[in-house]
């Protein structure tokens, strides 16, 4: 799938680090450094801007190395970037941890994946069919 995209930070574009991935990484795009303290959250620009094509989207994800290592995860994981969306891509950051962590000009921040979805056309019933788990909600099951 080929997708537009203007760079405009000095950061090299988003690419698969392994032949399998299905996510990219996002780089931040800083002028100066951000520091996160405990509990903080900020939007950190990465200097990209894409042309999603119609009928996907763009999902923006924590990195696992930074989420176990150092407490820092996406807030509104997954972050959803539509089609029509043709603003700089942010992260919003959050630091879970209990120290201070600093964002770098061009530290990978979190990853991206582009992925299909469906438009959906809602069809006004009276009855659902039945299933075995029914109403079943959190926890009715009984597992952990």
Known sequence: ??????????NELPHYSTEH?????????LIEEVILE?????????????????????????RSGLAIKMGITVLN???T???DYRGE????????SSEKFVVKHGERIAQMILASHE?????????LE?????KGGFGHTGKH
């Open 1 to 10: 799938m080929n997708v537009k995209i203007i760079n405009r930070s000095s």
């Open 21 to 29: 991935a299905a996510g990219m990484d996002l780089r931040a795009n």
């Open 38 to 62: 405990p509990l903080d959250r900020k939007l950190i620009p990465t200097g990209l801007f894409i042309e999603i094509p119609i009928g996907y989207e763009a999902q923006v994800r924590p």
């Open 77 to 79: 994981s997954p972050g």
């Open 81 to 83: 970037i539509d089609a």
């Open 89 to 96: 891509i942010m992260v919003i950051l959050i630091n879970l």
């Open 119 to 127: 438009i959906v056309t809602w069809e006004k019933v009276e009855v």
């Open 130 to 134: 039945d299933t075995t788990r029914g």
